[in-house]
Nanobody, 120 residues
Framework: QVQLVESGGGLVQAGGSLRLSCAAS????????MGWYHQAPGKQRELVAG???????NYVDSVKGRFTISRDNAKNTVYLQMNSLKPEDTAVYYC??????????????WGQGTQVTVSS
């Protein structure tokens, strides 16, 4: 059993910043890729940023230069620093992690989601 718990969402004015955190816990042997997705009302969930186990990061074009993904492997935690936020960044943000459990099985686990609202 693996749980991902997110925190850090909220309401912010355009141009402001938020930092999301996602901590994984449970029967974890190793965490491979981790990522942040967002889903706006009426739209599909899409990848915002991903990071490999050794720190290689990738971003969707719309957030490049504004968002930074990072991870602390000792804490099984991934972060998303969001700067220069825009109203179009408003969405529910989900973290995801590819986790190998102590049963030697790898699955993708999801957090419960955290709302980010950017006012104009």
């Amino acid at each position: 059993q693996v749980q991902l718990v997110e925190s850090g969402g909220g309401l912010v004015q355009a141009g402001g910043s938020l930092r999301l955190s996602c901590a994984a816990s449970g029967s974890i042997l190793r965490i491979n890729n981790m990522g942040w997705y967002h889903q706006a009302p009426g739209k599909q969930r899409e990848l915002v940023a991903g990071i490999s186990s050794i720190g290689h990061a990738n971003y969707v074009d719309s957030v490049k230069g504004r968002f930074t993904i990072s991870r602390d492997n000792a804490k099984n935690t991934v972060y998303l620093q969001m700067n220069s936020l825009k109203p179009e960044d408003t969405a529910v943000y989900y973290c995801a992690a590819d986790v190998m459990t102590t049963s030697w099985v790898t699955n993708t686990y999801w957090g419960q989601g955290t709302q980010v609202t950017v006012s104009s």
